[in-house]
């Protein structure tokens, strides 16, 4: 009877590790996909807008000659 009694407790035990290790890695995925989604919708309002804008002019030209 005692060696039953040490094999359910150590199968206790297993299936209780199995369950703390699912719920760990079910908390990692739902906060990283819960993550992705929030920064996907919060991607515009975070976004700093472009300030910089092309000068018309974009400098002198120059002309050359091929010296041989």
């Keep these: 009877m005692l060696g ?3 094999t359910i ?3 206790e035990s297993y299936y209780n590790d199995m369950i703390t290790l699912f719920k760990t890695i ?3 995925l739902l906060v990283y996909y819960g993550l992705k989604i929030i920064l996907k919708l ?3 309002y975070i976004k700093v807008p ?12 120059v002309d050359y000659e091929e010296i041989e």
């Design 4 to 6: 039953f009694c040490s």
């Design 50 to 61: 472009n300030t910089k804008k092309a000068s018309k002019t974009v400098g002198q030209y």
């Design 9 to 11: 407790c150590i199968f």
């Design 26 to 28: 079910s908390i990692i």
């Design 42 to 44: 919060a991607a515009p």
